[in-house]
């Protein structure tokens, strides 16, 4: 079946603009997680959803982030007022939880930020 | 939190030849998955491998998760294996957050 998909695959904007990035995850996947990849470094959560809530939103650098995931599948990763420091590759990658157990996490290719 | 570790920084390699990337984590750990990032910046899952180990091809890792670390294992490398290789554990902190090292780059070089 499909993968995990994201959009844009790149997005180039101002610094100050607000940004939207999408994420579609395998389909039955319960578990939805972002991070965030800065160039030379290893992926750096940022927050996980079970079903349509937020579970852990710890990895938000400030409240200039925010995410939903309205109906349990789709999720938006907002910016408001983007800074130059923001400009990274944003992952999304879903899994499947069932009973507490956890399961491989199958990652999207990322969406490219750019803050000019 | 947890820290992880990944030896060696970079690899360079001759096509044919074998290798061994290691990672070491500073914690007790639910889950441990081994990555492939490709050129074109592709995470690919290689394993899941909380303990034991796996074989897939010519890749194989091991986990010894009571002495905290981990092996991969490249056998007859092909120039496709060139990338990032990634180690990334679970701990329980009230999410199934991944918590990856700075990687290995291997160069596989004909």
């Known amino acids: 079946g499909a993968g995990v998909s994201q959009t844009p695959s790149n997005k180039v904007t101002e610094k100050g603009k607000y940004v939207e990035l999408r994420c579609d995850p395998i389909?039955?996947?319960?578990?939805l997680y972002w991070y965030r990849q800065s160039l030379g470094q290893g992926p750096e959560f940022l927050i996980y959803?079970?079903?349509?809530?937020?579970?852990?939103d710890s990895g938000l650098p400030n409240d200039r982030f925010f995410a939903v995931r309205p109906e349990g599948s789709v999720s938006t990763l907002k910016i408001q007022r983007t800074e130059r420091g923001d400009s990274a590759v944003y992952l999304c990658?879903?899994?499947?939880?069932?009973?507490?157990?956890?399961?491989?996490?199958?990652f999207g290719p990322g969406t490219r930020l750019t803050v000019l | 939190g947890i820290q992880v570790e990944q030896s060696p920084p970079d690899l360079i390699l001759q096509e044919g030849a074998n290798s061994t990337l290691r990672c070491n984590f500073s914690?007790?750990?639910?889950?441990l998955q081994w990555f492939h990032q490709n050129p074109w910046g592709q995470l690919i899952n290689l394993f899941y491998?909380?303990?034991g180990t796996k074989q897939n091809g010519r890749l194989s890792a091991t986990t010894v998760a009571t002495e905290r670390y981990s092996l991969l294992y490249i056998s007859s490398s092909q120039t496709t294996d060139s990338g990032v290789y990634f180690c990334?554990?679970?701990?329980?902190?009230?999410?199934?957050?991944?918590?990856f090292g700075k990687g290995t780059k291997l160069s596989v070089i004909p």
């Open positions: 914690d007790s750990v639910n889950n």
């Open positions: 990334a554990v679970e701990t329980w902190a009230g999410s199934y957050q991944l918590t």
């Open positions: 389909s039955g996947h319960t578990a």
């Open positions: 990658a879903s899994s499947l939880l069932a009973g507490g157990r956890t399961d491989t996490q199958y």
């Open positions: 491998i909380p303990s």
């Open positions: 959803f079970q079903g349509t809530g937020a579970a852990d």
